[in-house]
C-alpha cells in the first residue's frame, strides 16, 4: 500500500467516525424524546418492513449480537412499539409485530433521516447524490461480507 492509499485510509476511518458522532448527537434527543435510542429505531424499521419477523431473523439482518438485541427488544414491548407473539410448534421462537405507536413514530424517524440526509448531502449534486449512495452500498456491503466470512 503507498502513502497515498494510506492516508485515503485514515481519512476514510476519521471521515466515518466524523459522520457517526455528528448523526448520533442529531438523532439521539430526537429519539430520547419518543422514549427510543439509535438501535430501537433500525429494529422498528425492520419489523415494519417484515411484520412477524423473527428475532433470529432480525440478528441475522442487523450483524448485532443477540442479547443487545433481545435487551432492546424487551425495551420496545415495554414502551408498546412492538408485541411479540410465540410461535405454537416452538415455544423459544417468538414473531415481532409493530404497533400503532411503532408505525406513528416511524413518520417522525423518517423525517428525522431526511433531515439528516439533507444535511450529510448538502452541496451535492443529484449526481454526485446516487453516486454517493451506490459507492456507500457497496462499502457497507464489502464490511458486511467481511463480517460474515471473516469473523
Known amino acids: 500500500m503507498d502513502t ?3 492516508d485515503i485510509a485514515n ?3 476519521v471521515w466515518q467516525r466524523t459522520t457517526e458522532k455528528v448523526r448520533t448527537m442529531f ?3 430526537r429519539l430520547n424524546s419518543l422514549g427510543l435510542n439509535k438501535g430501537h429505531f ?6 415494519l418492513e417484515n411484520p412477524g ?3 433470529e431473523k432480525l440478528r441475522d439482518l442487523n450483524i448485532l449480537h443477540a442479547s443487545n438485541i433481545s435487551r432492546g427488544l424487551v425495551h420496545m414491548e415495554k414502551n408498546g412499539y412492538i408485541t411479540r407473539e410465540t410461535l405454537k410448534t416452538d ?4 414473531r415481532l409485530y409493530p404497533t400503532e405507536k411503532a408505525t406513528e413514530a416511524m413518520k417522525i424517524i423518517m423525517d428525522m433521516t431526511l433531515e439528516w440526509y439533507q444535511i450529510a448531502t448538502d452541496g451535492l449534486t443529484d449526481a454526485e ?4 449512495h451506490i459507492l456507500l452500498g457497496k ?11 471473516k469473523m
Open 42 to 47: 433500525i429494529y422498528m424499521f425492520v419489523i
Open 53 to 55: 419477523i423473527t428475532q
Open 4 to 6: 497515498n492509499e494510506i
Open 11 to 13: 481519512h476514510l476511518v
Open 139 to 149: 462499502i457497507a456491503k464489502n464490511a458486511e461480507n467481511y463480517f460474515n466470512t
Open 27 to 29: 438523532f439521539m434527543p
Open 129 to 132: 447524490r446516487k453516486e454517493f
Open 91 to 94: 415455544k423459544r421462537t417468538c
